[in-house]
């Protein structure tokens, strides 16, 4: 059997966006090179047969100095462990890394100078390409050799996806699946692909979260070729990280209540995580308050207050705090009255009804004629990494929320014109 532990952006020299303020003094240890360290600690522990770096391991060309001493002081105590360090470079770490491989003597980069180059471990074989400048408009795999062991390698790139017109290595992902190659494992954009499949190919993601949008689980992958398969866990090692979490506010009746729903909803989330195999020091909470809300010309204010003051707080030995709240409720509706209407209002209303009950003789009438639509727009490139699954719960949800608005946005109008 093959292990190995594969990182994907970690951008050394980058500390972590929206922190709270109570917490900026713990940047250090939640940032990149704390995960690192983790990373190199867990690498060890598991005795994996080698390290994959996929690019961008330093945020800038100029973080020589930035980022030498703590990529330096992973790699010699996987060096001590007889573990290997492969690494390609991404359009960030262009001109350093290849510096740095030149000054840490266990740091191997391959295909240096945008030349595949290949490199066996084990019973697979790594090939990889790095970049050769900052910006490379061409598909690096058109100049990708056939390796003579297909079914046994990894293709570690960094590169962008079903992007012609990036400067960013575009590669397509027909281009990747016809390669033939067991896995391809791949840096630069952040958010993790689902790679738990029996031929991975996609984003490592980033190592941790670098901004808070970048929500949930980070850290590597292992990787596992065990009896002619391989498979890809991810180890969500990331000392911080960001998580949205929704709120249903339509059971609040007063604005004063939902401090206490946050709360509420803040224990639950770091309840589940508690049951994950490696628990964060950090989480910020992105809220997202949802549901009909009785309120809802109140909720800014009573946001603002809440947030004004806020302070960080632990629940067991997770330190939380609340990085944002947005709001995407709906104002009380009375459905049954306004279907009684004869305007576009009342159309609404009743199409509202129909979606939801499941059983109305309506109901499939609609979603089916609803999904060509949705299926041309979940198609288009900018929503490729989302892969929203088109099934009929789903369908109903889109044409609920798109109804409640459009429906909210005429009785406003109707509201202003008297």
Known sequence: MTELLAVGDLHLGRSPAALHPDLQHRRAELGPEATWARCVALAIEQDVD???????????????????????????????????????AGNHDTLVLPRLADEIPGLELLGAGGRWQERSVGELSILGWSFPR????????????????????????HCDVDQADSPYAPVTSAGLKSAGLAAWLLGHIHQP??????????????????????TGPRGPWRVSF??????????????????????????????????????????????????????PDVVGLRLVLTGRCTFETDLPATIDDLLSNARPWQEGPIHVFVQKISIETHPALDLQRLARQEDPCGLLARRLLILNDLAHPEHETLIA??????????GQKEFRHLDPPLDDHQIRLWLRDAGR???NQLLDQKRSAK
């Open 50 to 88: 080698a390290v994959l770096l996929a690019g961008d391991v330093v945020e800038r060309s100029r973080d020589l100095l930035v980022a030498y001493g703590d990529l330096k002081r992973g790699v010699e105590r996987l060096e001590a462990a007889s573990i290997p360090v492969l690494a390609v």
């Open 369 to 378: 004629q609803a999904r060509p639509a949705l299926a041309a727009v979940a």
């Open 134 to 157: 900052t910006h490379v408009r061409q598909n690096p795999l058109d100049t990708m050799p056939t390796p003579d062991r297909p079914k046994q390698t990894i293709g570690l790139l």
């Open 226 to 279: 065990k009896h002619q398969k391989l498979s890809a866990v991810h180890q969500a090692l990331a000392p911080l990280r960001f998580d949205s979490v929704d709120i249903d506010v339509s059971q609040l009746e007063a604005p004063n209540q939902l401090g206490e729903a946050i709360l509420a909803a803040a224990r639950g989330h770091i309840a589940e995580l508690r049951d994950s195999n490696f628990l």
């Open 193 to 214: 692909s689902r790679l738990e499949v029996a031929q991975p190919i996609g984003y490592l993601g980033s190592v941790t979260a670098l901004r808070a949008s970048d």
């Open 405 to 407: 608005i459009a429906l």
